[in-house]
Each structure stands twice: as C-alpha cells, then as structure tokens.
Antibody, heavy 117, light 107 residues
Framework: DVQLVESGGGLVQPGGSLTLSCVGS????????MSWVRQAPGKGLEWVAN????????SYVDSVKGRFIISRDNSQNSLFLQMNSLRDEDTAVYYC??????????WGHGTLVTVSS | ELVLTQSPATLSLSPGERATLFCRAS??????LVWYQQRPGQAPRLLIY???NRATGIPARFSGSGSGTDFTLTISSLRPEDFAVYYC?????????FGQGTKLEIK
C-alpha cells in the first residue's frame, strides 16, 4: 500500500523557521513528482509547492516564494519543506501529496504548523 | 491566475438522493479537472481525474463530466459515507488551483 508520513510540525513564532519531512513507501518514490498542499484551520485546500522526480524543476505558490524551499532525497524516499520567515497566515495542516503534474493521487495524514507568538 | 468557483457552498440532501456539484473555471481549461473528497478529520482523497475518470477504488456512483469552463460531479445515490466536503482542482501554467469546496451535508 502507498503510504506517506509527514512529520516536523509544531508551534513556531512569527519570523521563525521549521522544516517538514515526508517519507513515502509502497511505490517508486524516485520516479514520482511530489508536492505539499496545506489547509488552514476551517478553510479549503491550497497547493504550496511541488518538485519533479529528478529534482530538476520545482514550483511554488506566490505567497511562499522566496520563503519556502522544497527538496527531496530519493535515496531516502523523502520530501522536505523548509519554511523560513513564517507568518501567521502560514498556520495550517501541511499534507504531503504524491503527484503534481496534474493531480495528487495519495495524501499523508498531515502535520500541523502553528505560527503564533 | 486560474480561479475555480464551486457551487453550491453547501448542499443538504438525504441518503439515496442524487447530488450534483458544480465547478466553474475563470478561463477555459483542458480536460484535466480533478475532484477530491475530504471527510471530517481526514486527508483528501482523489475521486475523479481528467474530468471523468474514476480513481482506483472509487465506486461507480461517482461520475464527472464537463468541458471548457463548466464541470460537474454527480453522486447518483447518496450513501451515509458520502457526506463530506468536495473540492475541484486544476493545474494551469505550472500552478495548481483548488475550488473553495462544497459541503455535502445530511438533510
């Protein structure tokens, strides 16, 4: 079975940094585009970033450009999201998603990031 | 920027009834319109991709249709587990957009 497990969420002050991790299993991680999608409390879904399978290309939503960095380590079946200069509006559950070329066909359980002083 | 607008915001129906959910795009899109279901406290689940193709394990009572700017998700006969929030999504110019969601609630 395909499984995605996120970790690294927590409480951080505005302006702080946090790095999220996602480990995939049950599929060929190294040949799959991977993505991060977030959901603010009580709100809808928002795509954050994705990275191609070979790491050659990445894309970000405008609101996180220059602050977040998506990376991956295919040898460890892992996806990361380094989040810097965090703002209140970055508070959300962050989901790791398999895919990103057209859609996301598997999702992790999510990890909660709370930005608050 | 592509904007997806879902309607209605909330749909109140009874088990056994037919549900029709709408997603309108701000500009004409390809056939790659996608639908997800999100039950309370759970991660989203892929339902429909490329407008009308059911994802693996999705029951036949779910169907998608549409083209251009107007798309529809239909649930032919509602079961208790279908009451959830539904999102449409599309990728355009390398960016993904989601609709704001339709909450399908029990009447």
């Amino acid at each position: 079975d395909v499984q995605l497990v996120e970790s690294g969420g927590g409480l951080v002050q505005p302006g702080g940094s946090l790095t999220l991790s996602c480990v995939g299993s049950g599929f060929s991680f190294g040949v799959t585009t991977m993505s991060w999608v977030r959901q603010a409390p009580g709100k809808g879904l928002e795509w954050v970033a994705n990275k191609k399978e070979d790491g050659s290309d990445e894309s970000y939503v405008d609101s996180v450009k220059g602050r977040f960095i998506i990376s991956r380590d295919n040898s460890q079946n892992s996806l990361f999201l380094q989040m810097n200069s965090l703002r209140d509006e970055d508070t959300a559950v962050y989901y790791c998603g398999r895919g990103g070329r057209k859609y996301f066909d598997a999702w992790g359980h999510g990890t909660l990031v709370t930005v608050s002083s | 920027e592509l904007v997806l607008t879902q309607s209605p915001a909330t749909l109140s129906l009874s088990p056994g009834e037919r549900a029709t959910l709408f997603c309108r795009a701000s500009q004409s899109v390809s056939s790659s319109l996608v639908w997800y279901q999100q039950r309370p406290g759970q991660a989203p689940r892929l339902l429909i991709y490329d407008t009308s193709n059911r994802a693996t394990g999705i029951p036949a009572r779910f169907s998608g249709s549409g083209s251009g700017t107007d798309f529809t998700l239909t649930i032919s006969s509602l079961r208790p587990e279908d009451f959830a929030v539904y999102y449409c999504q599309q990728r355009n110019n390398g960016r993904h957009s989601f609709g704001q969601g339709t909450k399908l609630e029990i009447k």
